[in-house]
């Protein structure tokens, strides 16, 4: 009995060994930070763009949820990659603005990592890990 017990335990060991951290999936994910300029009173994100790429996002739909829940209007200028908000905004207000899109649309709540994409399922999202296969219904965007 007890040289199985050593057998299981150097198994054990091997494999523990083998399996990355936690912590070694998060390493590669920086949340970005909003560049902001004040026209007036318009706010202009000016890296929109590089922001959504990073996320792998559609920059559509990260506008559509900044300009609602900021309840204004504004446009995405694919052209330029900005979006124009038509009210003054901090962009401290705006980076935890970010947060909380990344917490909800783009982090997997199963496995806590970042490689996720967001497919529309008939009238609802689905947010599908691609490291862990984890699928979870959002709230609509």
């Known amino acids: 009995m007890g040289e199985i017990t050593g057998d299981y335990n150097k198994l054990l060991e091997?494999?523990?060994?083998?399996?990355?951290?936690?912590k070694h999936g998060h390493e590669r994910f920086e949340m970005p930070k909003v560049e902001v300029i004040h026209?007036?009173?318009?706010?202009?994100?000016?890296?929109?763009r590089e922001i959504a790429d990073r996320l792998r996002r559609n920059p559509?739909?990260?506008?559509?949820?900044?300009?609602?829940?900021?309840?204004?209007?504004?446009?995405?200028?694919?052209?330029?990659?900005?979006?124009?908000?038509?009210?003054?905004?901090?962009s401290k207000s705006l980076n935890l603005l970010l947060e909380k899109f990344v917490q909800s649309y783009v982090i997997c709540p199963t496995c806590g990592r970042p490689d996720t994409v967001l497919v529309k399922r008939g009238k609802a999202w689905v947010l599908v890990c691609e490291a862990c296969g984890a699928e979870q219904p959002v709230k609509p965007i």
């Open 14 to 22: 091997r494999l523990y060994s083998k399996v990355p951290s936690k």
């Open 39 to 48: 026209i007036g009173s318009q706010t202009i994100i000016r890296n929109f």
């Open 60 to 90: 559509d739909i990260l506008a559509r949820y900044f300009l609602k829940e900021l309840a204004t209007a504004g446009n995405y200028d694919p052209e330029s990659g900005i979006l124009k908000v038509n009210i003054k905004v901090s």
